[in-house]
Structures are given as C-alpha cells and as structure tokens.
Nanobody, 124 residues
Framework: VQLQAYGGGLVQDGGCLRLSCVASGRTFSSYAMGWFRQAPGKEREFVAA????????YYADSVKGRFTISRHNAKNTLYLQMNSLKPEDTAVHYC??????????????????WGQGTQVTVSS
C-alpha cells in the first residue's frame, strides 16, 4: 500500500492542525494504522494508532487529550486532529500501515508501509 501524508504546516503555540494520510494500492481497511513523529536529532516516536475498523485507538501520553486519530475506510484516509499544539510537537509526522494482529501497536517494527512525512512546526 502507498501512503501519502499531508496537512502539516506552521502554527502558533495553542493552535491546531489536521493531518491526513491517503492510501492507495492494497485494501486500506485491512490494516491497522498509526502516526509517528521524528524531531531533529531524536528517534522516531509513536504518536497514535487505530484498529482496522476504527473502533479502538491508543495514544502516547504526550498527546493524550489533545490529539485524535480517526479513519474513513471508504475514503482510504487516515486522520490526525491535533489541538492545543505545543512547540515540543514540532516534528516530521509520518503515517504507517501495519498488518499485525491485535488492535494497535506502538512499535515501529510492526508497521509495514510508511508515508513520506509531513512537517509540523509549532512556534512559541
């Protein structure tokens, strides 16, 4: 499956953005999906994940209560609504698809396909 992420940009502290990830190729609804991010000089880290039907989701503690992951399988699209953004959210954000068992995973190695990333920059 091919993934294309977009929607990043520059926002002020406290602002919001909505990231989208459009999938093509194999059946999008067959995969659990996740968002990860990587800041300069840091390792890629888990942000949020959602089960293939969308009924279960899981968040990193750092974004819980501020970010919401969702998916629309008929549109082959994954979303990440990011509210109350902070400067520490500044990173390249990646979407990923995984054919693992279970509802979600925080592990990078469990994801088989990755999008190209979209830059999110939050100014203080």
């Amino acid at each position: 499956v091919q993934l294309q992420a977009y929607g990043g940009g520059l926002v002020q502290d406290g602002g919001c953005l909505r990231l989208s990830c459009v999938a093509s190729g194999r059946t999008f609804s067959s995969y659990a999906m996740g968002w990860f991010r990587q800041a300069p000089g840091k390792e890629r880290e888990f942000v949020a994940a959602i089960s293939w039907r969308g009924e279960r989701s899981y968040y990193a503690d750092s974004v819980k209560g501020r970010f919401t992951i969702s998916r629309h399988n008929a549109k082959n699209t994954l979303y990440l609504q990011m509210n109350s953004l902070k400067p520490e959210d500044t990173a390249v954000h990646y979407c990923a698809a995984g054919a693992y068992s279970g509802s979600w995973s925080t592990q990078i190695g469990q994801y088989d396909y990755w999008g190209q990333g979209t830059q999110v920059t939050v100014s203080s």
